[in-house]
């Protein structure tokens, strides 16, 4: 049943979602039919879905999306069988969508067919290659299978394909993170909350953020301390992104000397964004720190970090800074709104 829980946010998706051709153009009764069953599945009444959806087919059997939503519903009440007949041939047509092949997938993978369920994202792939929702969708069937290393390559593959999908940041983040690579949790993880909206998605990895933060700062052992009295200006230090990204984080450790906050975890990155900028920014260019660089000059990073760690690290707190900042902080949203994080393919990559 995982995968019902992976899946059922994307039904609004899927019934707004335009359709590819013109024939596909729905009616206005038959579209206010469609989200009548959109609604009855939210409420998990399936049967009337089920019904009203039948009949909006009748007077449309052409329309993709009327059978997408069919097949969903037909699948999240438990009918495989059923939901198959009716995707089927939608998938074996030209009209096949990006959506037709993620149900056709999970369809085959709740029916217990893994290698099938494979096969059809991996067709949804090669015929529309920069979809970030199939790259997804095929590094969660690998992640289920405990198949960590292809679930990370498929979902980076789809950071590639598609920079702006967010959910393969998300999953990418928490198998870094998971892995002990804390950089690379840190990084897609605050890209992942730029790009999607999830409230219980948002506060795992904002609660994951704040962990990784704290790994970094105390990784290592007594051995990789500087020597006592040394020449510690000769110590071998990478070049790396992912090394000069944690060199330039534990330079400036000393913000956090009052103890990890909300308060020192904003010190901490506004440090390490002025540093970056100066020491990395030409030889690292990266879309989220040009991104930050531009919030932090407009006067919105403190409200920005708030945004990230406030609420997770100490609800309260982040309510009263809310109320005694509200005019900045209602400026920083609209400034959000304005001026949305854009990550490109160029952006670092894990080595």
């Keep these: 049943m995982k995968i019902f829980r992976l899946l059922l946010p994307l039904i609004v998706f899927l019934t707004a979602s335009p359709g590819l051709h013109a024939q596909q153009t729905l009616a206005p009764e038959i579209q206010r039919m469609q989200q009548s069953a959109l609604q009855s599945l939210q409420q998990k009444d399936y049967a009337n879905s ?32 059923e939901a198959r007949k009716i995707i089927e041939p939608v998938l074996q047509s030209e009209f096949a969508d990006e959506q037709t092949f993620q149900i056709a997938g999970a369809i085959e993978n709740v029916s217990g067919k893994f290698g099938k369920a494979k096969r059809v994202l991996k067709d949804g792939i090669r015929k529309f290659p920069h979809s970030g929702l199939l790259y997804s969708s095929l590094g969660n069937l690998y992640s289920m299978e405990k198949s960590d290393k292809s679930a990370l390559e498929v979902w980076m593959n789809g950071i590639q394909a598609d920079p702006g999908y967010g959910a393969n940041y998300y999953g990418a983040a928490r198998m870094f993170n998971s892995k002990g690579n804390y950089v690379w949790a840190l990084i897609y993880g605050e890209i992942f909350l730029n790009l999607d909206q999830d409230p219980f998605k948002g506060s795992q990895i904002k609660k994951m953020m704040l962990s990784a933060y704290q790994a970094i700062l105390s990784e290592g052992s007594s051995s990789d301390l500087p020597a006592f009295r040394g020449d510690n200006q000769q110590q071998k230090r990478g070049t790396s992104f992912e090394e000069c990204f944690k060199r330039v984080l534990q330079d400036n450790a000393l913000a956090i000397r009052s103890g990890f906050d909300t308060e020192t975890i904003t010190m901490l990155r506004t440090r390490f964004l002025m540093e970056w900028q100066v020491r990395y920014a030409r030889r690292f260019p990266f879309t989220l720190f040009t ?9 919105y990073y403190d409200a920005y970090n708030q945004w990230l760690f406030g609420a997770v ?23 959000m709104k304005n001026h949305p994080l854009q990550p490109a393919s160029y952006d670092p990559q894990p080595e």
């Excluded at 329309?63 to 495989?80: E, H, P, Q, W």
């Excluded at 009263?320 to 400034?335: I, Q, R, T």
């Design 291 to 299: 991104w930050q660089q531009k919030m932090l000059k407009a006067g």
């Design 50 to 81: 089920i019904m009203l959806l039948n009949q909006a087919i009748r007077q449309a059997p052409d329309n993709v999306s009327l059978r997408r939503d069919l097949a969903y519903t037909y699948y999240l009440s438990g009918k495989a069988e």
């Design 313 to 335: 690290n100490n609800s309260q707190a982040f309510q009263l800074w809310v109320k005694k900042f509200s005019d900045n902080y209602g400026a920083f949203e609209k400034w």
